[in-house]
């Protein structure tokens, strides 16, 4: 067996608190937070914008070939990683429910995956990342020394969701927040290639009833040997 990389992964369905306590962790232990949804969010967003058809190949392969994606770490560990796509910041763009749906739709796609899972690879070849997303551990890090996979109920993760939204001023309603949680939870679970499952080497954490604090400690723990 390879070598195990200075890496920590943290994978798990959406709302589950996977970027908080990433960027917790990552400031914990001094490595640097590689937020893999906002790559995909941002290639949605690009090929919504194109209305590129996932199903013409050839324009697909073209315009992943020519696109550029620099994600830039927040100075303050609440923010969110700043995304510059082909030189413009979109950060904000990236963010909505909306587009979480559309990157969901974009990311089973195998062409998607391949440059993706790629661009992430590069992001880690020096180590000293915590990696977070649905595949970090079973696909792109399957090396990394520590993998942690987060599950909650769906309505918990639905109502962290709106909760999360609300605090950015978006006007949200819990029913269309948890239909649209369980139909990216059912996308990403049964799509063909990479899909949403625990490494078989993953720590199991069900968040369900422990705080975000917890959360991190549990992993700290088991990152520092405890
Ligand atoms: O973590 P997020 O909500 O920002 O991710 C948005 C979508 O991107 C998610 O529904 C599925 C996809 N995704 C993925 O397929 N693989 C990853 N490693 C990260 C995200």
Do not use: W
């Amino acid at each position: 067996m390879s070598e195990k990389k200075n890496i920590i992964t943290i994978d798990g369905p959406s709302g589950v608190g996977k970027s908080t306590v990433s960027r917790k962790v990552a400031a914990a232990v001094g490595f640097t937070y590689l937020d893999t949804g906002a790559m995909y969010r941002a290639v949605g967003l690009h090929l919504s914008r194109l209305q590129i058809d996932l199903e013409d190949k050839g324009n697909l392969g073209r315009v992943l070939e020519a696109l550029t994606l620099d994600l830039i770490p927040a100075a303050e560990e609440e923010s969110d990683v700043q995304v510059i796509m082909n030189g413009e910041d979109v950060s904000e763009a990236i963010r909505t429910p909306e587009m979480a749906m559309v990157a969901s739709r974009v990311s089973a796609d195998a062409a998607v995956r391949q440059f993706l899972t790629q661009v992430q690879k590069n992001y880690g070849a020096a180590g000293r990342i915590v990696a977070e997303g649905r595949d970090t551990g079973t696909v792109v890090f399957p090396d990394a020394a520590y993998k942690f996979f987060l599950d909650a109920q769906p309505e918990e993760r639905a109502r962290r969701r709106v909760l999360q939204l609300q605090r950015k001023g978006c006007r949200v309603d819990f029913v269309e927040i948890l239909a649209m949680t369980l139909e990216r939870d059912h996308q990403d679970r049964n799509r063909a290639v990479a899909p949403l499952r625990p490494a078989e080497d993953a720590v199991l954490i069900d968040t369900t009833e422990i705080d975000i604090e917890e959360v991190v400690n549990r992993i700290l723990a088991v990152v520092r040997g405890k």
